[in-house]
Nanobody, 124 residues
């Protein structure tokens, strides 16, 4: 059974940091591209960061580039998102997703699997 379980969300003040984790199981992790997406209330889901199978390339949304870092532990099958210098507009539900292969459609949200999400709330 495939599972993607996010954790690490919470409430933080603007300028603070959080690290999200996504524990993956039930599929061959190394064969998949992985991504973080977010959705704020009333807004469409958007890609935040993606790491393609093989470890590269990594791609970031312009709004988070330089502040967020996507990484993964291929032994433990965990995807991370280090979020620094958080802004109010980063408030959203964050989801991880997996797409088989080195498939650039993942950036558009075409994924085989999705997690349930973890809430990030940034306050002033």
């Amino acid at each position: 059974q495939v599972q993607l379980v996010e954790s690490g969300g919470g409430s933080v003040q603007a300028g603070g940091s959080l690290r999200l984790s996504c524990a993956a199981s039930g599929y061959r992790y190394s064969s998949y591209s992985m991504g973080w997406f977010r959705q704020a209330p009333g807004k469409k889901r958007e890609a935040v960061a993606v790491i393609y199978s093989g470890g590269s390339p990594t791609v970031y949304a312009a709004s988070v580039k330089g502040r967020f870092t996507i990484s993964q532990d291929n032994v433990a099958n965990i995807l991370y998102l280090q979020m620094n210098s958080l802004k109010l507009e980063d408030t959203a539900m964050y989801y991880c997703a997996a797409k088989e292969g080195r498939d650039f459609r993942l950036w558009s949200g075409y994924a085989n699997y999705w997690g349930q999400g973890t809430q990030v709330t940034v306050s002033s």
